[in-house]
C-alpha cells in the first residue's frame, strides 16, 4: 500500500497519519500531547515525546533510512537471533526483522494514548535464514508512557527457540554523569572483558566503552541523568535480561552510521532474552515480551 492509502485506511484525524520520513520511508506520527514516529521499516519506534519532555530517544545524525538496513537509534527490534548468528558468515546482526518493512495492522485510539500494531510475518525469504513459521506483532502505545509489546506466535508444526530485544537507544546529557539503577547484585557477561561473568556493584556508571547482558534480571531500571535533570524508568515483562551499552570513542569512531562526537549522548538499556533465557515455544504457542518507558523530572 502506498502512503494515501495507508491513510485512507489507517489515520485518525487529530491523532495519527502516515507520512515519507527518513529516507522517504513510511512511517507513522502520533500528534499530540504525546508525539511519536514510527517507521514501517523494521516496526521501528524513532521519536518519543511525552508531553513537556524533551527527546527521550536517541537517534543519530548518522543514521541510515534504506531498505535492508537497521536504523541507528530509537528502537531497533532485535529477532531471532541476538547479536551475530554464531558461525553463520553474512549473517545480518540482530536477525533481519529490523531490515525490513512490517505490514501496518491497526492504528486506534486508546485510553493511554495512541496504539499502533504492525506485524512481520515469516515468508521464504525470512526461512531461507531461519527455517521457522511466525507471526511477530509490535504493539506500541504512544502516549504519556511509551509502552512497546512484542507478541511472537509460532505458527508452524515445530517448537522454535528465537532471541529477542527491544535494543532501546536513549538520550542523556553526558554518559559521564549518568548513574543506571536497578541491575545491583545481577550477574553479566562483560563483552568487553573476554565475555567474562561478572557481579553488579551498585548503580553502572560509564567510564569506557560499555557492553554488558545482565542476565536473569526482572527488576525495573532507571536512567539517573543529572545533566538533563530527569529519571527515565523502564520497567519489563516477559523479559529476562537487560543489556546496557555505550559505544564510546573508538566504537562510535568505527561505525559509519554513528557519528564520531555523539556517543556521549546515549545510552543503550535494551529489555531482551537472549542465550539461556532464549525464548523456547511449542508449535502455536505465543510469548509476549514488553517494556514501558516513563520519565520523571528531579
Ligand atoms: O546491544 C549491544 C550490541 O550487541 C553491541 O555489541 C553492538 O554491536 C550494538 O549491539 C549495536 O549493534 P548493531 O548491529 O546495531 O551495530
Known amino acids: 500500500m502506498n502512503i494515501t492509502e495507508l491513510n485512507q485506511k489507517h489515520a485518525i484525524s487529530g491523532a495519527a497519519e502516515i507520512i515519507a520520513a527518513g529516507g522517504g520511508l ?21 521519536d518519543w515525546h511525552p508531553p513537556g519532555q524533551k527527546e527521550v530517544l536517541w537517534m543519530s545524525g548518522a543514521s541510515l533510512f534504506a531498505d535492508g538496513k ?13 547479536g551475530p548468528l554464531g558461525g553463520v558468515a553474512g549473517a545480518a546482526t540482530h536477525g533481519f526483522v529490523r531490515n525490513r518493512a512490517w505490514e501496518l495492522e491497526s492504528i486506534r485510539k486508546v485510553a493511554a494514548g495512541v496504539e499502533v500494531v504492525m506485524k512481520v510475518t515469516s515468508d521464504a525469504a525470512s526461512r531461507a535464514a531461519w527455517p521457522h513459521d511466525f507471526v511477530l506483532r509490535h504493539r506500541v502505545t504512544v502516549g504519556s508512557e511509551l509502552t512497546m509489546t512484542l507478541e511472537l506466535t ?8 528465537a532471541e529477542e530485544a527491544l535494543h532501546t537507544y536513549f538520550s542523556v546529557g553526558d554518559i559521564k554523569q549518568v548513574r543506571v539503577q536497578g541491575l545491583a547484585g545481577t550477574h553479566y557477561i562483560d563483552k568487553v572483558d573476554g565475555k567474562k561473568e561478572k557481579t553488579q556493584a551498585g548503580d553502572v556508571d560509564f567510564t569506557g566503552e560499555t ?5 536473569d534480571t526482572l527488576a525495573p531500571t532507571t536512567i ?8 527515565i524508568r523502564i520497567t519489563k515483562e516477559g523479559s529476562r535480561d537487560t543489556v546496557v551499552w555505550n559505544p564510546w570513542i573508538a566504537k562510535a569512531k568505527a561505525m559509519a552510521d554513528f557519528g564520531d562526537d555523539e556517543w556521549p549522548g546515549m545510552v543503550c538499556i535494551e529489555t531482551a532474552n537472549a542465550g539461556p533465557n532464549a525464548v523456547e515455544l511449542p508449535a502455536g504457542q505465543q510469548h509476549s515480551m514488553s517494556a514501558v518507558i516513563s520519565v520523571e523530572n528531579g
Not at 26 to 45: C, E, Q, T
Not at 224 to 231: A, F, K, Q
Request: net charge positive.
Open 26 to 46: 513510511p512511517a507513522v506520527r502520533v500528534l499530540g500531547p504525546a508525539h511519536g514516529l514510527i517507521y514501517l521499516h523494521g516496526a521501528h519506534v524513532a
Open 154 to 161: 509460532n505458527t508452524g508444526t515445530a517448537p522454535l527457540q
Open 211 to 215: 557492553d554488558r547482558v545482565y542476565f
Open 70 to 82: 537497521a536504523i541507528r537509534g530509537g528502537v531497533p527490534i532485535c529477532f531471532p537471533w541476538f
Open 224 to 231: 539517573e541523568d543529572p545533566n538533563l535533570r530527569r529519571r
